[in-house]
């Protein structure tokens, strides 16, 4: 019989594993930052919480893995080099970043909060260092290398290691040899530690990965230097943290970040070690004391806003030193004022700390106040960095340059299911294609592994053998490959990376039998986890039976990087089919498009119509005959051309154009899908969040007894 709390390994450890494989669903449901998920499973689950668990020696051995984990990743995903490249900059910000907060946090936190100075310092340590939380923005905007990205990225590891010091410092104080000459050691052993290992860990580095190419060897041995490195920290006085992290920077170069090494760390760490040290903080944490008043509101309120106008002020000045504008300095801001990582690992450091009465340093209200800070600024930085990103790609109006015929690298794969439409997939992609580049197109059959996969290899056989020779007859050369995989969409991703391919043609899901969801059982994973450009097609009739192409266009839709290619398949397939294409969008938009066609495309009969707003595209349905192609240029969620408008468009589908020919049209967008996640950020994500649910539901609702009421005052 079970009893609670559960105190059996085997059953701590399965529950800890649930844990860790339904909060990223849970959490992106609820637009929470996965980090604080783990944290707030922690709490359901510990003594003041259900007290479902007991936080057994597991959560102390895997939870101080975890923490030099944290430190460890955090080091390896720095970049180096622009660090180098701008380190006078750099350290400029480095140091407002952390100096500012800090001193605005330490005054606060003896002043307003009445905390010990000690107390205080370690506040000031944690709220000035940061975390990038929101670089996954970043990389999806695709401005990486813009000047106040690099600052921020720089300065981020500048403060958390400032920050570092200064605790290191206060752990060793915290013993009671405060003295003179207790400092004067201290400094000879912390440059001896630090210069011990940058002579020692690169040469040993390198000696072990040439002459060891064993992938589990490599794995422990870097492993071994971690914690032999936060070993000695400890021995010398500092924090173990602090060695994590430096044998992190010094490890940087050896690992590059697109590495099987790197892969591996990556997931060991953040499929155990860090998740068990998030869950075993959060177990640590008395959430009644939020419901004891407002004194804890007080607190986070204090350690919030402090904390953030201390960043806000130090990304502002830098900006003004720098001679940057004010959207750079709203981007500086916005990445630099989240805290994660850093923040988790120096609290709990700082709970290990004794004060001069013998109670801890960190209380039981600093340590919720901290946590709930993590959550609002994690929320504020996401908002404030999306937001400064649009503004900057606006600012500084940087259009994708239009294809050279001669460099593209036009490679259409066609995954293939149904043979109803397979013929009429293919030949939309013939019409799509260069025939001066004359490359093949790549047909794709994906079988799930199961007990019928002998039987469901030889149908998608027979059906890519069909499309062959239906390509052939219209000189098309074509690749094919039967994959079997265990879930459709990886399949189709990983046969799209093999094949080189530039973009994927695919039907749309019309099988109620198989789902009767809009988008199907996995075409909203593929265009989520693949930046590349995804054309969804119903093609309800042969394709030289249209007379007519309708474009709907968003507004900003030119500044995607894919603008120029999905514009250039749709004017090829026009004037293959010899037929009208009209273009609805805003001016700005329509006047690139009508240059690029007047450029590339002079014959074609392309006419512009002006729509000033998303909302108008249900009008469209009555110029759409059964005939015509209607074509919707959308937008993934967190880019430029995005708009909350688009969330209704399988609504709007089913209802205005129903039985239509549709295509639907992801275009490229920056950056890479993510293929493992990192501490920050789970690859797990919702494309949908339940508060959107929750609106749908409720309109639903509203709606209905709008319309009861308008039938009963009809009768």
């Known amino acids: 019989m079970i009893t609670f709390p559960i105190t059996d390994p085997t059953l701590i450890f399965f529950v800890v594993l649930l844990i860790i494989l339904l909060a990223p669903i849970i959490m992106g449901k609820l637009r929470i930052p996965h980090i604080i998920g783990m944290v707030l499973a922690g709490v359901l689950i510990g003594k003041y919480g259900l007290n479902i668990l007991d936080r057994d020696n597991s959560f102390e051995l895997f939870g101080k893995v975890g923490l030099y984990y944290i430190m460890f990743l955090a080091a390896l995903e720095m970049d180096m ?118 002579l020692v860990i690169p040469r040993l580095t390198r000696w072990f990965l040439r002459r060891y190419s064993d992938a589990v060897m490599q794995f422990i041995f870097v492993l071994a230097l971690l914690f032999l490195s936060a070993a000695l920290s400890e021995i010398i006085g500092l924090e173990g943290i602090f060695g994590a992290f430096f044998s992190g920077l010094i490890l940087n170069r050896y690992i590059p970040h697109f590495s099987p090494l790197m892969n591996r760390l990556e997931f060991t760490g953040n499929a155990i070690f860090i998740p068990y040290f998030l869950i075993g903080v959060g177990m640590l944490i008395n959430v009644r004391l939020l419901f004891t008043g407002s004194h804890i ?303 590339r495309h002079p014959e074609l009969r392309a006419s512009f119509v002006d729509m000033e707003h998303w909302n108008g595209l249900p009008q469209l349905a009555s110029s759409i005959a059964m005939d015509h192609l209607f074509v919707i240029v959308t937008a993934r969620k967190g880019t430029v051309s995005y708009k909350n408008a688009q969330e209704r468009l399988p609504e709007e589908i089913t209802k205005y154009f129903s039985g239509k020919n549709i295509m639907i049209i992801f275009p490229d967008q920056h950056g890479e899908a993510m293929d493992e996640m990192t501490f920050a950020q789970s690859q797990h994500t919702e494309q949908s969040s339940i508060y959107e649910e929750i609106n749908s539901w409720l309109w639903k609702k509203i709606q209905r007894r709008r319309n009861n009421k308008n039938n009963l005052i009809e009768k």
């Open 81 to 198: 080099n622009g660090l180098r490249k701008h380190f006078p900059r750099m350290l400029t910000f480095g140091l407002l970043t952390f100096a500012i907060p800090f001193i605005l946090t330490l005054t606060m936190g003896i002043g307003m909060l009445h905390y010990t100075p000690i107390a205080a310092l370690l506040l000031g340590c944690i709220m000035s260092s940061n975390t990038l939380i929101s670089y996954p923005i970043v990389s999806r905007y695709g401005i990486q290398n813009k000047p106040s990205v690099m600052f921020s990225v720089g300065s981020t590891m500048i403060s958390l290691f400032v920050s570092l010091v200064v605790l290191a410092s206060v752990v060793a104080s915290n013993t009671g040899n405060s003295g003179f000459l207790f400092w004067v050691w201290f400094i000879v052993k912390f440059a001896l530690f630090c210069v011990g290992l940058i």
């Open 297 to 599: 509101l007080w607190v986070v309120g204090l350690i919030v806003f402090f904390g953030t106008f201390g960043k806000f002020l130090a990304a502002y000045i830098a900006s003004f030193l720098f001679r940057l504008p004010k959207t750079s300095a709203r981007m500086m801001f916005g990445l630099t004022s989240a805290h994660a990582a850093g923040a988790i690992a120096i609290v709990m450091v700082g709970m290990r700390l004794k004060g001069t009465d013998g109670m801890p340093l960190v209380n039981d209200d600093m340590l919720n106040g901290v946590i709930m800070m993590i959550l609002f600024t994690c929320i504020i930085s996401t908002i404030v960095t999306e937001s400064a990103a649009q503004q900057i790609i606006l600012r500084d109006q940087e259009l994708p340059e239009e294809d050279i015929p001669g460099d593209d690298d036009e490679k259409i794969l066609v995954p293939i299911k149904y043979p109803e439409y397979a013929n009429r997939l293919i030949s939309l992609a013939s019409m799509m294609r260069n025939p001066k580049l004359n490359k093949p197109l790549v047909g794709l059959s994906i079988v799930y592994d199961d007990a019928n996969m002998t039987q469901n290899q030889e149908k998608g056989q027979k059906l890519l053998e069909q499309v062959t020779k239906y390509a052939a007859g219209v000189d098309v050369p074509m690749e094919t490959q039967v994959r079997v995989a265990a879930n459709i969409a990886n399949g189709i991703k990983h046969a799209f990376k093999e094949f080189r391919a530039s973009e994927i043609l695919i039907g749309m899901h019309m099988h109620m039998d198989v789902s009767n969801k809009f988008w199907g059982q996995f075409h909203q994973s593929l265009f989520n986890g693949l930046n590349r450009q995804i054309m969804m097609a119903r093609l309800m009739q042969p394709l030289n039976t249209l007379r007519k192409i309708t474009v709907a266009v968003p507004s900003r839709a030119q500044f995607e990087p894919g603008f120029y290619r999905w514009l250039e398949r749709l004017s090829r397939t026009a004037g293959n089919l010899d037929c009208r294409i009209t273009f609805h969008g805003r001016t700005d938009t329509l006047e690139l498009i009508r240059k690029f066609v007047k450029h």
